[in-house]
């Protein structure tokens, strides 16, 4: 079993910035792939960013590249999600979650959110306009 428990959400103006952390337990962390999705209300949860276990291979989704940063610190069990430039439409519940495997080859990432073992309880990210 993985833990994982998000932090830093907030309400932050249009072209703030906020950073997200997911603080692990558990098995061991660095054996595992790392993701951020998000939840807006009415929506389903969608793929926001993921992260390979060494750091070194990372991939967004196209609303949120150039903006959006994903990283790692293994030796202290926590990924973060730097959030810049915000807009209302990033407005969500961010959930971490954990995965064996991130990407199957020819530029195809894990961004399913069925193929992903553990989960946060989520923060609550608001952008006001």
């Known amino acids: 079993q993985v833990q994982l428990v998000e932090s830093g959400g907030g309400l932050v103006q249009a072209g703030g910035s906020l950073r997200l952390s997911c603080a692990a337990s558990g098995r061991t962390f660095s054996n595992y792939g790392m993701g951020w999705f998000r939840q807006a209300p009415g929506k389903e949860r969608e793929f926001v960013a993921v992260?390979?276990?060494?750091?070194?291979?990372?991939y967004y989704t196209d609303a949120v590249r150039g903006r959006f940063t994903i990283s790692r610190d293994n030796a202290n069990d926590t990924m973060y999600l730097q959030m810049n430039s915000l807009k209302p439409e990033d407005t969500a519940v961010y959930y971490c979650?954990?995965?064996?495997?991130?990407?199957?080859?020819?530029?195809?990432?894990?961004?399913?959110?069925?193929?992903?073992?553990?989960w946060g309880q989520g923060t609550q990210v608001t952008v006001s306009s």
């Open positions: 992260i390979s276990w060494s750091g070194g291979m990372t």
């Open positions: 979650a954990a995965t064996l495997t991130i990407y199957y080859g020819g530029g195809h990432y894990n961004t399913d959110r069925e193929r992903y073992e553990y």
